[in-house]
């Protein structure tokens, strides 16, 4: 199965966001390069909020570019046979911790946003950090650092704070 199928089985099987769910699906149904960068029209994009539920925190990323406190998270890449596993990529690159596993369940929100590449049509998942996790800031981000969960919209937009209230719902 090709990433792209899995994607479309993933939100096929996504319950929620009903609007912003097809709106994906009709995006990979009209682009069958939807899922890489190169796809000028917008592309699908992984991440997870990395969260550690024993310390009500979460591990937030101030991304260099965009100079945002964000989730860990970006495009897909061939490697990548499916959408959590991408994610899961991305938020142990991201983060440095190793032994990260997905909340289970599936994605916990999608978000669509513009940035300077596209639209991204972002799959959120979220994360656990072991016990002990060490983070280790990467080369894609200014700064990683622990919030307790009642500081998060403080630092951060709303989408996150959203990702944030839909993982603390599903814990």
């Known amino acids: 199965m090709s990433l792209h199928d899995d994607a479309v089985l993933v ?3 996504y319950e929620g966001q009903d609007g912003l769910r097809q709106l994906y699906l009709d995006h990979l149904a009209a682009h069958p390069d939807g899922m890489w960068k190169g ?4 592309h699908i994009t992984a991440s997870a909020l990395v969260i550690d539920p024993s310390r009500e925190r979460v591990l937030l990323t101030l991304h260099k570019k965009l100079r945002m406190w964000l989730q860990m998270g970006g495009h897909c890449e061939p490697v ?3 959408l959590a596993r991408a994610a899961l990529r991305e938020g142990t690159e991201e983060s440095g911790i190793a032994g990260l596993t997905l909340l289970p369940g599936g994605p916990v ?3 669509r946003h513009h940035t300077p590449c596209a639209w991204h049509l972002d799959v959120q998942y979220a994360a656990l950090a072991p016990e002990g996790a060490v983070e280790a800031i990467s080369d894609e981000s200014l700064d990683l650092r622990w919030f307790p969960y009642t500081e998060v919209a403080d630092v951060a937009d709303e989408s996150v704070v959203r990702l944030l209230e839909a993982t603390r719902a599903r814990l």
């Open 39 to 42: 796809c000028a029209d917008g």
């Open 109 to 111: 929100r999608l978000d």
């Open 80 to 82: 990548d046979d499916t």
């Open 11 to 13: 939100l096929k099987e």
